[in-house]
Nanobody, 121 residues
Framework: QVQLVESGGGLVQAGGSLKLSCRAS????????GGWYRQAPGKQRELVAR???????NYADSVKGRFTISRDNAKNTVFLQMSSLKPEDTAVYYC???????????????WGQGTQVTVSS
C-alpha cells in the first residue's frame, strides 16, 4: 500500500523557520515528481512548491524567496524548508507525489495525511 509519511509541522513565531519532510513509506516506492500544497481554514487547497524528478522547481508567488523545496533521492524524501514565516502561512500542509512502484512498474499520484503549520504573530 502506498503511503507518504509527513513530518516537521508545528507552532512557530512569525519570522521563524520550519522544515517539512515527506518520504515514501516503503523502499519499493520511488518518488518521481513531488510537491507541497496547503489549505487554510475556509480556503481552497493551493500549490506551495513542486520539484520534478530532475530537480526543477516552481513556487507560489507568495512563498518565493522564503521557501525552498528539495529532494534527497537516496532517502526517497522531499523537503520544504520554510523561513521568514508569516501568520498567513498558517495552514495544513500536504505532500503530493507521483510515486513509482519500482518492483511492479506502475505509478500513481498520492497525497500525504497533512501536517499542521501554525505561525503566531
Amino acid at each position: 500500500q502506498v503511503q507518504l509519511v509527513e513530518s516537521g509541522g508545528g507552532l512557530v513565531q512569525a519570522g521563524g523557520s520550519l522544515k517539512l519532510s515527506c518520504r515514501a513509506s516503503r523502499s519499493i516506492f520511488s518518488i518521481d515528481a513531488g510537491g507541497w500544497y496547503r489549505q487554510a481554514p475556509g480556503k481552497q487547497r493551493e500549490l506551495v512548491a513542486r520539484i520534478s524528478d530532475s530537480g526543477s522547481t516552481n513556487y507560489a508567488d507568495s512563498v518565493k524567496g522564503r521557501f525552498t523545496i528539495s529532494r534527497d533521492n537516496a532517502k526517497n524524501t522531499v523537503f520544504l524548508q520554510m523561513s521568514s514565516l508569516k501568520p498567513e502561512d498558517t495552514a495544513v500542509y500536504y505532500c503530493n507525489a507521483d510515486i513509482i512502484n519500482i518492483r511492479e512498474s506502475w505509478s500513481t499520484n498520492h497525497w500525504g495525511q497533512g501536517t499542521q503549520v501554525t505561525v503566531s504573530s
